[in-house]
């Protein structure tokens, strides 16, 4: 895949994505509904949350996620060689200077998020700042604008926001469902009130997972993509092996990130957690290391 098919699949999954998601609110909230009955205001409220979700993951999903992850926005006076390495790769990339962030994390990681390259945004780790030499830090910035300039921060920003709404619809529908019982029994007698109370609730319960498959879908390939993109900028692969060794070293957790936000980072933010063994949305750095000095 090259930058330009990326950038072009990347706005195209946007989209689908978007609709895929209102569809997936509006089917379970119909579901969720009929289970108790019907004529309940769980449908209307489906509808209004997969709006509200949709408009808010594309044009204030990096803000959420920014805030989420205790980014705080600092500019050219407070980190000036920061501030200066971010410039020089904007003109590099010949994109506009992003805003940027700093996480107070002791870990090594990065982010970048917004919805184009016109209203983007990065984010660095203190650890990033305090552990990396100034080649290694370029790197890590790099991977994090080829992100911008592939138009990845759209796509990634957006599942963001939809795999935390829908692990809390989802949660908040299963209360309906379980405390609504009474009612379904005595007013959905039958074969086919069963078949839509089984159906309902197996949707219910499966989509936490249908969140992560989607996040797992859009990740993985994107990094080893994002590594090859910054190389491509920083003229120095061996900056980025750095980085991973020595994130490989420490394996430090950011004790902000989520499930819902892991997908952004640079490396997995869930270092040393069980989860980030079993549904890790990011390349082993053995692997990604690899593909790099191929490349050298």
Known sequence: MTVYTSITSNKRRSAILIVFFIAFILLLGFIIDQTQGGGTAIFPIAIIISIFSSLTGYYAGDKITLSANGAIRVNKNDSPELYRIVENLAITAGIPTPAVYIIPSPAINAFAT??????????VTEGTLAKLDRQELEAVLAHEFSHIGNYDIRLLTVVAIFVGTIALVSDLFLRARLFGGRRERNDNEGN??????????????LSPV???????????RREFLADASAVL???YPQGLINAFRKIQ?????????????AHLY???PL???????LFSTH??????ITALEKMG
């Open 266 to 268: 640079f490396s997995n």
């Open 283 to 288: 390349p082993p750095l053995e692997e990604r």
């Open 210 to 220: 249908v969140a992560q498959l989607i996040q797992l879908a859009v990740s993985r």
């Open 271 to 277: 270092s040393g957690r069980m989860v980030s063994k």
């Open 192 to 205: 086919a009130g069963a078949i839509i109370a089984i159906i309902g609730v197996i949707l219910v319960l």
């Open 233 to 235: 900028l920083t003229r």
């Open 114 to 123: 917004g919805r184009d390259p016109k209203h983007a945004s990065i984010a």
């Open 249 to 261: 070293q420490e394996q430090l957790p950011v004790a902000q990130a989520n499930t819902a936000t």
